[in-house]
């Protein structure tokens, strides 16, 4: 039973470089959230998904992008990446309602220069 | 979703029973109390949740105050992997699904040998 599982763990960008990170689940969640974390910081909200071909912007989109073709995965894309997205990014999924609890990856550590 | 504010940290002995405090005086009649915790280099994991009654799980319980504009996270016995940051947030019921975890910065929990 994986859970949620987020690849790579870490990864060194160059400025101007794109990236695809990739999230996986296999609990069956329609939802899917990616989140970053800045050090010090609580999580912010990037993008999420209700289910397979749709999704919606959270609080901090700019600058990336994501597709949900499948279920189980979710990946997020960063394109012409910055240093203001050196990060720790975390990948989520649920049922949804609130009386369900959100399932954490256990993140990418993004670090551009 | 309302706020909450919870103290930026705290000590406890290890094998002593912690209480965590956190206040949400804006909370609506519809949003569900959620606890998270974030161990060191982890993605945040789901404690515990409740509306208005007291609630018990293997691995905490949740007081919630009689108004509700208050609640206590509470761990039995703290152990060295209780150190973590937890997170308290509120969760509109009404909003259902769409109701999305914002996380704040937490309360940093250290538990002394």
Not at chain 1, 39 to 65: C, F, H, Q, R
Not at chain 1, 70 to 90: C, K, N
Not at chain 2, 47 to 58: A, P
Request: some cysteine; glycine content about 10%; charged content about 15%.
């Amino acid at each position: 039973n994986a859970g949620v599982t987020q690849t790579p763990k870490f990864r060194i960008l160059k400025i101007g470089q794109s990236m695809t990170l990739q999230c996986t689940q296999d609990m069956n969640h329609n939802y899917m959230y990616w989140y970053r974390q800045d050090p010090g910081m609580g999580l912010k909200l990037i993008y999420y998904s209700v289910g397979a071909g749709i999704t919606d912007k959270g609080e901090v989109p700019n600058g990336y992008n994501v597709s949900r073709s499948t279920t189980e995965d979710f990946p997020l894309r960063l394109e012409l990446a910055a240093p203001s997205q050196t990060s720790v990014y975390f990948c989520a999924s649920s049922y949804g309602g609130v009386g369900y609890g959100y399932t954490f990856g256990s993140g990418t550590r993004l670090t551009v220069v | 979703d309302a706020k909450t504010t919870q103290p930026n940290s705290m000590e406890s002995n290890e094998e002593e029973p912690v209480h965590l405090p956190c206040n949400h005086s804006t909370i609506s009649g519809t949003d569900y109390i959620h606890w998270y915790r974030q161990l060191p280099s982890q993605g945040p994991e789901y404690v515990i949740h409740g509306l208005t009654s007291n609630v018990n799980n293997r691995m905490a319980s949740l007081a919630i105050a009689e108004d509700r504009k208050s609640s206590t996270l509470i761990l039995h016995r703290a152990t060295l992997r209780d150190a973590a940051v937890y997170y308290c947030i509120l969760r509109d019921g009404l909003s259902g699904a769409n109701s999305k975890l914002t996380f704040g910065k937490g309360i940093t929990l250290s538990v002394r040998p």
